[in-house]
């Protein structure tokens, strides 16, 4: 009967270090910007600008020294909640990447940059009114982070760019069972979508097209090995502990009662 504890234990001791060599993570594969050295400076001419997209929610106010004449460009909506409030109207850029802008009419915004837009409008508006303050704001600007992170889910980002390092950063950093050379950002561009990797690990990344996110992109952290073979090992190393624990308990009232 001892023979068949000591067997027991045995066993519930061998997959005990299977699961704990398996969780273990060497310093290459945990560790950013592994090949930059001390005071260096890499001059990054990755410039990013952000673009309009079909979907996308603006918000346009248009402001001047006379309110009475630039009232007629900005959209209100009169709102009754705890007493009357006038609140502002986003604009949905459609399919066709338009939006219908007051007094104006139709205006193609798709492809342009928030200082483009301006400029836009400004011409546009010169007609009605002088030095015209413009504000423009994309309202539905979110990344999604989604894998190995230690808290994944769809973000709000506020301003007009992030990079995919704050996105993380959002996300609570990787999980030491994230695979940093080969992180996925999928983007969107008019329904069709454009797959790029990024290593984490190399300071080149900043020179990556996808380093700055753009609205709705979603950056997926795929498991390393030793996640992927915990995750087949755990429903067998589940059963099989508690085949292991129930002989233990078993043997051990057994021997008490001899």
Do not use: W
Not at 41 to 69: G, M, Q, R, Y
Not at 76 to 96: F, M, P
Not at 131 to 148: A, H, K, M, S, W
Request: hydrophobic share 40%; charged share 20%; net charge neutral.
């Amino acid at each position: 009967m001892s023979k068949l504890i000591k067997g027991t234990v045995h066993y519930f001791v061998i997959f005990l270090g299977i699961i704990l060599i398996s969780s273990c993570a060497s310093r290459k594969e945990v560790v950013y910007f592994q090949d930059t050295g001390n005071f260096e400076t890499l001059i990054n001419n990755n410039a990013f600008v952000s673009k309009f997209k079909v979907d996308d929610l603006v918000s346009i106010h248009v402001s001047s020294l006379n309110s009475e004449a630039s009232a007629p460009f900005n959209l209100i909506r009169v709102a009754q909640e705890g007493g009357i409030q006038a609140q502002s109207v986003d604009y949905l850029v459609d399919q066709a990447g338009e939006i219908d802008f007051p007094v104006i009419g139709k205006l193609k915004i798709e492809g342009l940059s928030p200082d483009e837009l301006r400029v836009l409008l400004r011409d546009k508006l010169s007609d009605y009114l002088k030095d015209p303050i413009i504000n423009i704001r994309l309202r539905n600007f979110t990344v999604t982070i989604l894998g190995e992170v230690r808290t994944p889910g769809t973000y709000p980002v506020n301003g007009e760019q992030i990079t995919i390092l704050e996105a993380i950063g959002f996300a609570g950093d990787l999980t030491n069972r994230g695979v940093r050379e080969n992180v996925l950002v999928i983007r969107d561009f008019n329904g069709t979508k454009v797959y790029t990797r990024v290593d984490l690990t190399s300071k080149n990344m900043v020179k990556s097209p996808v380093y700055y996110l753009t609205q709705n992109d979603v950056v997926y952290v795929e498991p390393n090995k030793s996640a992927i073979r915990s995750s087949s090992i755990n429903t067998n190393t589940n059963i099989s502990l508690t085949i292991a624990s129930l002989l233990i308990t078993s043997s051990i009232l057994l021997l008490t009662r001899l």
